[in-house]
């Protein structure tokens, strides 16, 4: 194809495009030499463009004086080696590849007399900048959070890991959006045959569109039924650089502040990033109450229906007296009363996600305090369900990862379910099938409850990080996951 | 999933199914220490045989038969008991027939899932069980009476106790994972060892506790112990219902072991999977019901793992070992 037909070409396809810029202009000391060039408004940076390749085409390039020892045959190199004052330059394969460079933020320009295609890297969205996180808050520590820019969430993670082993490979995902993605991981450390298949993965995805990172996070899982988190997400750049040094894969995707680290097991829900700030005595113990609220936070509910409605005798006398005494005016069984409440309490907290964060804490006081009180006055629900309604959403939000937290939410409605059918023996079984799902789950060969269980016990003795966190000696963080295919699946 | 198991899921399982079905019949039959120590040691032999045997259940169909129908009777006997167990224990209101959905259901969603998950559970509630049931007993050492284990022996029982040995079912665990489990003959003779050893002693307590009168007198001698139980400062009055929960635990993991084998063992004779669960739950709960009351189940798991057995721990790993010899 000619210069004229890629132009033509070019027109055709930005056919009513109101944000693209195209122009065509000479160059050359005779301004004998057209290019055309094309990008789309405030999806570039407009001052590096015109500074740098623009002015230096229509200007600098003009001043050249016509009788200097130039060799005009070759219009392409002359530019791109002395018009445009830019390194990231580079040949597009074809015409549609550069369209789509056009369409991520960079600038197409032909050249007269040439059939090869440049793309000037000139990418300037509108962006966020870097803030704080919102759902993974530490007290002490980095106050860094990814925003929607891949290429700033990348420098974000290269500032960390300052080494040539950082891999940074570049994938697109999407057929029509066209997402980028940076597939990274060190070299040497991670596993190889992990990294092929994610990156064989990213190539077969077959959506449209990748909306976010929990997009892409559930077309990768391997157990799509399951509502337990099997990739982590992690909007904490140290999270992700500490991940990488573990092992680990990142996958930075483009308009999403929350990067992909996979493989994920349990315990790394569990684990938060200022557990590694703070001294090992206090963050251990925190770490376990964090278990423990964990366990409380799907079964609790659970518990007190097996124990009220079948197994009262298991509770002291006095407390089921009282619980009784309380229980005496409320005419909703106890079942429906929990289940009421867990739903009301749903229900307040997806109002509170939705609006505005000033009026957030009236919601609080209207919904938690007013309604509650009112509704224990009214005997509508007894005293004990509130608390036990509430000890349950206290322990939920001791757990630092809030996919988690959503797993046992849903989890914790099965464990009423089979309490609800066949009381303490109902929660037992209903534990066992929940421990029984988690045991059969595997994040990307590796077993889900690892390293409790499903790795080998040379991994395991490893493995220190997980219900303990112990005082540092050498390396901050074990390497779990590195090589990963030669131990698990025994 | 790959269903291989590696040594310390194998140990988890041969260890914590002892401390399930196991201890809970060898307190009801055994009658003297001898009679115990005789049982648990012909128990060893018949955990030794297997062992050394390379009998692979999956690659001969009518092995699969076999075993299946065995493990479908097993199960259905283990759930009954159970769920006797459930309403007399822990006292449990919730009938027969609800208890017993649930147990079928349970063991076939874990026949579902496949026999890896299954060993991974058993190592993960490995040591919860373990110190659990260590710590009933410990405390009630200081409350056995010697004057309590009865001496007296009649050695013209001897076959028959030795045959009892076969109640012990570590061997036909051995036998149901030797496809599985990677670990080595070195390993799964010390889990052999320690899960005797325990059931000794968990045996020799509820003797020394109860008497043999005591035992005669009580349906499950094993729970009496239990209700001694008592950590200072526990908010829960009931203790006893948290250590029945890990000998519950204890025997869902056994009844795991041959429902998910079964699974696997039907699947290998053109059954697909799915439907093979989907007939052991409905088999599962229907044939429990073919026995009544606490005494009749147990009399029939015993008579049924003494009987089959012979066949399926002792004769058909000895024709693979003397085969192989041959070859």
Redesign the interface.
Known sequence: MSYDDYKKYVEDKFKDWGDIVKREFPVGAKRNIKVFIAYIDDMVNRNMLEEQVIKNLMVNVRIAPPNRDVDYSDPYDLLVNGGVTTADVKTAKSIDEAILEVMSGNTLLLIENSEDILVISSKGFPKRGVDKPETEIAVQGPQEAFSESIRTNTALIRRRIRSTSLKCVQKKAGKISQTDIALMYMEGIADDKLVDKIKNMLDNIDVDMIYDSGYLEQLMEESAISPFPQIQLTERPDKTASGLIEGRIALVVDTSPFVILLPAVLSSFYQASEDYYQRWEIMSFIRIIRYIAGFIAFTLPGFYIAATL??P?????ELVLAMAGARQKVPLPTVVEIVILELIFEALREAGTRIPASIGSTLGIVGGIIIGQAAVDANLVSPMAVIIISITAICSFAIPNLALVSAYRITKYFIIL?SA??????F??GV??V???L??L?SFGV?Y?AP???V??SRYKKARDTVFRFPYKGNMKERFYKKLEEDT?? | MNNKISASQLRAIIITSALGMEILILPIVVKSLQELIIILASGFLFGIVPLFSDISINDSRILCIIYSVKNILVSALMAKIMSDVIGNVLHNDIGEIRTLLFIALTAGYCAYKGFEPMARTAQMFFWFIVIGTLYVYLMSVPDIRLNNISLSYDIRRAASSLLMGLVINTGEIIVLTKHYAEGSKKTTLVSVILSLLLSLFICFTVMGRLGTRGMENTAYPLFEIMYAADLPGMFIKRQEAIFISLWLVSSFLSLFVYVTTAADYMSKLDIKRNTAVLWLIVLVFLLSFFYDGSTAPVAAYCMLQVIGGILTVLIIPLIYIFGRKKR
């Open positions: 079948y197994s005798s298991m509770l002291p006398t089979t059918l066949a009381g303490m023996f109902g037992i079984a066992m099938i421990i029984l799902h045991a059969g595997k077993s409850i409790f269980s499903g080998k016990e699946d025994e």
